[in-house]
Every structure is written in structure tokens, then in C-alpha cells.
């Protein structure tokens, strides 16, 4: 058995400069160029896949080898898997050859053995280099061009893998620097199985995901609850990419904006155990991006009024010409092309880098200094103080007997933080409190954000030529009123619930 320790490059093709930066990055003491033919298995009812199994057979130069994946662990495009391989003959598997200490317990090996039928395929040309650095440590290094194929549709496969054979994993990290700086590339958090299986079930394109509370046991440390809320914000970060580049749209960039800007928070909501100097580094790389991409939340407004054919102006009778100047206004921010240039560049691929190589090196340890008790310390208890404290200034801050606009405007950014810090703790209250108790400081989130869009509106309005401004003014007057209507029962609702579930 051998753990797989590998790091995913997804670039767009071969190129002389991507080859030139592997072969002088330390001494070539092999190479090869093969064609890999690959089968992926399972039963009709995907029972493997539920074992968090993966069983493929490799044919190459008439030599077969089946493999099993079992459970291992994804971080950023970093892959860590056990692996078992074995030498068969033809290109049917055999899994009851495989040891039995690899299987779950109640696993009829036989059974599965007779289910078992070809699901997807990936075939694809390796080019490979194994690399000998001067500490002793080698990294193989392979360039696969080719595709996913399953129920008659397909995917390209156009990556780079960095995979450990010994020594120092850092050597991982420095390779993929090296390639991110010469070609454009992105971190692959999704192995070719995953794709494949997709592919088996029709999928071909990947929905926009968004924010959820993050699922934790609630006997976890502190320091365990943090890496597992870093990695989920990364995990829907980089699905919204893979959104995004597949099927581009707005939504998509809404959802990494929004996804960058928790992964902020989380850095806030855990600095009483990690210390913020020591992820100085990424949240200033952070504020680089989340800059790039201020244009979002300005464009979500307008979006909300161009939905439908800007069905949300329709009782206006300037109706085309704000859809209109809406729309040219929309044309100067960056478009498709311009931010699947971002997400490609070099310095958005290295804080991705970045980010996966402190959560595998636990790099906060490093600023530790003395004893570690608060990264030991109850998940639940630190959770729980967290989130009563924010409950309670938000109550103080939603208090009176009547609120206006302009005050929900001046708590929206306190509002937003808390619902960040939500999202880091509330599973581990929810069977206490009820799924849906924070619904109404949601409401009153959403709420709020219309008020800014309604603002947003009347400000841009102030220089368009519009031949029925009075009525304008009194629809964004008529819209203020049933919004504030709205947002004062929600603001009495909210105070009554705690922001727990």
C-alpha cells in the first residue's frame, strides 16, 4: 500500500515553456511518453463509490493493473489517498485479490466482485518526468492530455500532477509555483473519478454552490473545527470556479466573492487561538483579490434590477431607458474573459497555493509560542461564546421602537459579520436551537441589501435623462415603504431568535 501525496495543475495544453520549467526544475533521471487506457468500475447502485472507493484498471503497453483508492483526504488541489496496485490479467478487475484490512467491515468482497461493470473511462497521453532534487527527495511529474468519457459525453483532461515519491513534500509546492509562474493554471481539487462519475450521471455542468453552515463533530478542538471551516470555504470556492469556467456567469463570481469574503471572517472568528500574524501573508493576498473583485457587489444590484428583462422596474414608465443604461454601465465592469483571466493569473493561483500548503503544514504552529491550550480547547464552548456575544450586540444594535433605512444601513456590515461567524458554528447548535431559528436575521440581511440596491438606483438615476423622474421618485418611495414594512417584522422576529441554527 502506498499513500498518494499529490498536488493537480489544471492548465489549458502543452506548451515548450511548461516542458522547459519541469525538466530544469532538478535532475531528470527518467522520463517516458505513454498512452494510458483507463476503466473505472462499480456496481449498477455505486456501491464503491458510497465506500469512498475507487477502482479503476490501467492498460498500458499490453501490461493491465488494477488499483483501489480508498478514503483519503482533499485539500485546495492537494490529493492524499492510500493506494493498493496489482498486476492482472486482461482488463476485467479482481477485487477479492486486493488485502482484506482494506475493506469496511461487512463488505462481501464476492458480491461486489460479480456486480461490478464498467462506468466511465479516461484515456489520455502521460508524459512523465521523475525529478531528483539535492536533499534526496523525487516528485514525479506528469503532463496528461486526453478525456473523461461516460454515457457518450466527455471532458477534457488537461493537467499537471506533482506526486511525492519520497522525501519533502515542500518540493510539491515549489514545482507548481514554478509552472503557475510560465503557463496559466489553476489549483484541481476534482480527481478524474470525481469527473467521471459525474459524467456517468449526466452532469456536465457544475451549479452555482452556496455557503452553508460547516458540518462539525461536536467533540472537535478548535484547532481541528478551523482547518475543517478553512477547507469547506475552500471547497466552495473552488466548485464555483469550476462553475464559473465552465459555464460562465455572474451568479458564479457573486459566489467566490462571497466565498473569499467568509474565508476572511474565518480568519477573524478563530483569532483568539490562531494568532492573525500568522496568516499576515494570505489575508493581505486576500485583500489583493477581494479588491479586484469590488466591482461584485455594486453589479449584484444591478443584476437584481436587469432579472427577467428588468421585470423589477416594469410599473416604470422609463422602464427601457434605466434597463439601458444599466446595461452600459454593466459593459465597463470586467467581463467574462477578464475574470477567467484572474482566476487563471499566476498570483491568484499561488494564494490558492498558499493557503493549501498552510492548512497541510499547520503553518499558524509555527507563531505558537508556548503552550497550545487554546487550539485544544472545546470547538462547542468556544463556538458557543462566539456566537452568544454577537447575538446579544446585534440585539442591542436592533433594539427601539422604530428603525428607517438609514439605520438599517449603518448595522448592515456588523449584520454581515455575524452571519459570517454563523456560518463557522452554528451546526454545532442546531439540533438545540432548530434549523431555521436564524431565518429572520436572514430576512433582515436580505432585506437590507435591497434597501442599498434601492439607494443605488436613485443615485445612479440623479444623471440619466429620465422623462418621468417624478414617477420614478415615487415608485423607489412606494418600493421604500413596503421594504421597511418588511424589514421592521423581520427586525422584531430576529430579536426574538437567537442567530444559533
Known amino acids: 500500500m502506498d499513500t498518494e501525496i499529490e498536488i493537480k495543475l489544471v492548465i489549458s495544453g502543452e506548451s515548450d515553456d511548461l516542458v522547459q520549467a519541469i ?9 517516458a511518453d505513454k498512452q494510458l487506457a483507463n476503466i473505472y468500475f462499480d456496481t449498477p447502485d455505486r456501491q464503491l463509490r458510497d465506500l469512498d472507493i475507487g477502482l479503476r484498471v490501467r492498460s498500458t503497453d499490453d501490461v493491465a493493473v488494477q488499483t483501489i483508492k480508498t478514503a483519503g483526504r482533499v485539500v485546495g488541489g492537494l490529493h492524499q489517498r492510500p493506494e493498493y496496485n496489482l498486476p492482472i490479467e486482461g482488463s476485467r478487475p479482481d477485487i477479492t485479490l486486493f488485502p482484506e484490512d482494506i475493506w469496511p467491515d461487512g463488505v462481501n468482497k464476492k458480491k461486489l466482485q460479480k456486480k461490478l461493470v464498467p462506468i466511465f473511462s479516461t484515456n489520455f497521453r502521460r508524459r512523465s518526468w521523475c525529478l531528483r532534487f539535492d536533499d534526496g527527495s523525487e516528485v514525479e511529474v506528469a503532463l496528461d492530455l486526453g478525456l473523461v468519457e461516460a454515457n457518450h459525453l466527455e ?26 509562474n510560465v503557463v496559466p493554471a489553476r489549483l484541481g481539487h476534482l480527481s478524474k473519478a470525481a469527473r467521471g462519475y459525474r459524467l456517468a450521471k449526466g452532469e456536465v455542468e457544475y451549479p452555482v454552490c452556496k455557503l452553508r453552515p460547516v458540518s462539525l463533530e461536536r467533540q472537535s478542538s478548535v484547532e481541528t473545527a478551523f482547518e475543517a471551516t478553512v477547507k469547506s470555504a475552500l471547497d466552495t470556492i473552488q466548485h464555483n ?26 480568519f477573524e472568528a478563530y483569532k483568539e487561538a490562531i494568532p ?6 494570505l489575508r493581505d493576498e486576500l485583500k ?5 473583485l469590488s466591482w461584485v457587489r455594486e453589479a449584484s444590484h444591478r443584476q437584481h434590477a436587469l432579472e427577467d428583462d428588468g421585470h423589477f422596474l416594469r410599473k416604470l414608465d422609463d422602464q427601457a431607458l434605466i434597463v439601458s443604461e444599466l446595461q452600459m454601465i454593466s459593459e465597463q465592469s470586467p467581463d467574462q474573459q477578464e475574470v477567467s483571466e484572474l482566476l487563471l493569473s499566476t498570483r491568484y493561483c499561488q494564494l490558492v497555493l498558499s493557503l493549501t500548503e498552510w492548512l497541510f503544514e499547520q503553518g499558524w504552529r509555527r507563531y505558537m509560542v508556548g503552550d497550545k491550550d487554546a487550539l485544544e480547547q472545546s470547538i462547542k464552548s468556544s463556538g458557543r461564546q462566539q456566537l452568544t456575544s454577537l447575538w446579544q450586540q446585534l440585539h442591542l444594535s436592533y433594539q427601539g ?12 456590515a456588523h449584520l454581515e459579520i455575524a452571519l459570517g461567524y454563523r456560518l463557522c458554528f452554528a451546526d454545532l447548535f442546531s439540533a438545540e436551537q432548530g434549523a431555521d431559528c436564524a431565518e ?10 435591497e434597501w442599498h440596491q434601492l439607494n443605488y438606483l436613485e443615485q445612479l438615476a440623479e444623471s440619466w435623462p429620465l422623462k418621468e423622474r417624478e414617477q420614478f421618485l415615487k415608485w423607489l418611495k412606494r418600493k421604500r415603504k413596503s421594504l421597511l414594512h418588511a424589514l421592521e417584522q423581520s427586525r422584531f422576529s430576529a430579536i426574538q431568535s437567537p442567530i444559533f441554527g
Open 440 to 449: 429572520p436575521w436572514l430576512d433582515l440581511y436580505r432585506g437590507s441589501k
Open 155 to 180: 471532458e477534457p483532461i488537461a493537467e499537471v500532477e506533482f506526486e511525492l515519491l519520497k522525501g519533502d513534500p515542500d518540493h510539491l509546492f515549489g514545482l507548481a509555483r514554478t509552472v503557475s
Open 241 to 266: 470556479e469550476q462553475s464559473f469556467l465552465t459555464s460562465p456567469s455572474f451568479r458564479a463570481v457573486e459566489a467566490l466573492y462571497y466565498g473569499y469574503l467568509w474565508l476572511q471572517q474565518v
Open 23 to 31: 525538466e530544469s526544475a532538478a535532475d531528470v533521471y527518467f522520463s
Open 276 to 281: 492573525l500574524e500568522a496568516s499576515e501573508t
Open 288 to 292: 489583493w483579490l477581494m479588491s479586484s
Open 401 to 412: 421602537d422604530e428603525f428607517n433605512g438609514q439605520l438599517y444601513q449603518e448595522h448592515f
